[in-house]
């Protein structure tokens, strides 16, 4: 029997590629120099906040969401020494600033605790599927793996003309949905250019939820949905397809209402990678934060799992891939079989 492969630089490689998530596109740096505050001590407290133990105000610090901790660090100097030695944000700070970033700038800051992204910083698998998930999906917060995120109508951020019309919504419902502002630039690995600034996107868990809920069943909502586009189709029919004024300014061609879903080209749909940032595993502060690794074997595999060159690995979970596959003998799985056992 041949003993199991250790995992070594021969089984896997760390590949360099360029997604073009928001990684790529958000370079601004105002956050970069948080942990630099000079010598000085602060010469303004905080107030009767001061009378509670360091530990106190700690612990109510990491309740508050992202954005309302990112205004109180900007209170003053104390306020944000306070903020930067809170266990679970001083290593995010040191780590992976661009996340918090990332978060501020596509302004979805309101909708999870400094608690919560410590959570998911810690946790390395992938919400959906359990790989280790080298991503992170910033309109909720979750861990997300390449084929995860590229793949499932979880992470495909929505128009609002989309949830409308797809969750049976109105105006009233989606208020307090959670949403992202987007970034112009370039997006997927093939590098989609995306000129529209500041494009509201929805998360599509919580829309379908809500519109569960306002709708009583799945079933329901969908025919409400289906009802409603039907209604609106003979209103389209009815009306000359160019409309304007009678002096014939102003003349636009009038779109028929959406049925279906627009295509969604899946790994080369930009919004796929607007709201998503690469996410290394936190172990602490004083532990190496680790990326993730690939596997060697499977590089040239690119359709389905278990073999696919984009999964990414933990050194336990690719254990149990070679485990699954095969061990790695001159840069290929070998099945059981074949080694004689
Ligand atoms: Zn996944
Ligand atoms: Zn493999």
């Not at 956050?31 to 105000?57: C, F, V």
């Not at 969750?167 to 949905?177: C, E, N, T, V």
Request: hydrophobic share 35%; charged share 25%.
């Amino acid at each position: 029997m041949a003993a199991i492969q250790k995992t070594s630089e021969s089984t896997y490689i760390f590949l360099n590629i360029s997604d073009n998530t928001l990684d790529d596109i958000d370079r601004s740096s105002h956050l970069d120099n948080q942990l630099n505050l000079n010598s000085q001590p602060p010469r303004y407290g905080l107030g009767t906040l001061e009378k509670l133990p360091l530990e106190i105000i700690h612990l109510g610090l990491i309740q508050l969401d992202i954005q309302s901790l990112t205004d109180f660090q900007r209170v003053n100097k104390r306020a944000r020494l306070i903020t930067t030695s809170i266990p679970q944000y001083k290593p995010i700070l040191i780590h992976a600033p661009a996340l918090l970033r990332g978060i501020l700038n596509i302004q979805t800051a309101r909708y999870f605790t400094c608690q919560d992204l410590y959570n998911t910083l810690s946790t390395a698998e992938c919400d959906t599927c359990g790989d280790f998930g080298g991503y992170l999906y910033l309109i909720t917060c979750r861990r997300v793996c390449f084929l995860c995120f590229t793949e499932q109508t979880d992470y495909l951020p929505l128009l609002r003309q989309d949830i409308i019309r797809k969750f049976g919504l109105d105006s009233k419902h989606i208020a307090s949905l959670p949403r992202m502002k987007s970034f112009p630039g370039c997006y997927s690995p093939r590098g989609i250019k995306c000129r529209r600034r500041r494009q509201t996107l929805f998360d599509p868990s919580a829309a379908r939820r809500a519109g569960i809920a306002v709708h009583g069943t799945i079933e329901a909502m969908e025919t409400y949905a289906t009802e409603m586009i039907l209604k609106k189709l003979p209103v389209y029919q009815s009306r000359p397809s160019l409309c304007g004024r009678p002096d014939g300014s102003g003349m636009h061609v009038l779109r028929p209402p959406r049925v279906e879903d627009p295509f969604d080209a899946q790994c080369c749909n930009p919004r796929r990678f607007m709201g998503v940032m690469r996410a290394p595993l936190l172990r602490g502060m004083m532990v190496a934060p680790e990326w993730g690794f690939h596997c060697l074997a499977c590089k040239p595999h690119h359709y389905g799992r278990p073999l696919h060159w984009r999964r990414m690995y933990m050194v336990d979970s690719f254990r149990d891939h070679v485990g699954e596959c095969g061990e790695i003998v001159e840069g290929k799985h070998v099945p059981r079989m074949k080694l004689g056992e």
